[in-house]
């Protein structure tokens, strides 16, 4: 199994294809496009499907990782202004990517409207050839996600401390 995509509601279309294409790298498949309520094509049942009946339309953009996998950015007619972190919320936390220009892409986050949630993180402080480093951070609408230094894989094949 591969991921495909992770889909992200967003309160300013514009201002969100901008924080992620010039903070975090990722490429536009398709721009901002409007979506709304009908039945007379696949996407527009699908959509009845899932939002419901009455869904008011949305706004959509399609962009994607540079190792392939896509952001599905919404954007409600009807929505919060800031996604409201609630940890005790069953459901997705954050999602996660990894920068070979990890403090760079900090400094690019906090330029775009983005927020860094934490100190910058070692996962082994003590062994200075396990260099892997994470940071909470958040995107101008309040999404959590997580950056690494280095692969998944690398970050967590050796014991945890």
């Known amino acids: ?21 010039k903070a975090l790298g990722l490429r536009i498949v398709m721009d901002n496009t409007p979506v709304v309520e009908e039945r007379e094509t696949a996407i527009g049942r699908m959509c009845i499907e899932v939002f419901g009946e009455g869904f008011k339309g949305f706004n959509i953009a399609h962009l994607v990782t540079k190792d392939g996998v896509g952001f599905e950015m919404f954007e409600m007619v009807d929505h919060q202004e800031r996604h ?11 999602f996660s990517l990894q920068s070979d220009d990890f403090e760079a892409t900090i400094e690019r986050v906090e330029q775009y409207g983005g927020k860094v949630r934490m100190d910058i993180m070692r ?4 062994d200075d050839s396990k260099p892997a480093k994470m940071v909470y951070l958040e995107d101008p609408f309040g999404t959590l996600f997580e950056l690494y230094s280095h692969t998944y894989e690398e970050t967590y094949s050796s014991d945890y401390e």
């Open 1 to 21: 199994m591969k991921m495909s995509h992770i889909g992200i509601m967003v309160s300013d279309m514009t201002k969100a294809v901008e924080f992620y294409t």
């Open 84 to 94: 409201r972190v609630d940890f005790s919320r069953i459901g997705l936390f954050h």
């Open 123 to 126: 996962y082994h402080p003590e």
